[in-house]
């Protein structure tokens, strides 16, 4: 089985698709991530705990700073790049960045393994989910032609 993606675009032959704001965000963010591997990989190391957690709760809370970062911010800058690309205004791409950007600097602040309700654990979730919706509204806004 064969699946053909036909993108329909106005450049000319041999021209390249820029984008100029998702790529800000994935810089800014990937920063964030990169700070909260290097957590990761140093308690590991002063551990000496190879892989999973060996039963810290401070390893693992670390594991989950991380790895919630990197499933929040995939998706949102696969949501924002394909916007970007279909042409949605910068405005609302820079929208989903800020959010997206606010929500992975609270989140791991927030997120505790004595308390599930930290303020900053809901502004980094809820900020991203707005990131999120954002970027969905911009999608569907282009596949039924509204952008002028």
Known sequence: MTIVLTVSTTMSKGQNMVFSVTPIYALA???VYLILWFRVTTLRSS???????GG??????RVRQHGN?????????ILMILAE???APALYLHISGVLLLVG???HPFGLKTDNSGHFLRYVGNGTNILASLNAMVCLAVNLVGLWA
């Open 85 to 87: 690309g279909m042409g």
């Open 104 to 106: 992975r600097i609270a």
């Open 56 to 61: 810290n709760p401070e390893l693992l809370l």
């Open 69 to 77: 970062c990197a499933e929040w911010f995939s998706f949102v800058l």
């Open 29 to 31: 963010v990937a920063l």
């Open 47 to 53: 551990l000496k705990q190879s892989i999973g957690d």
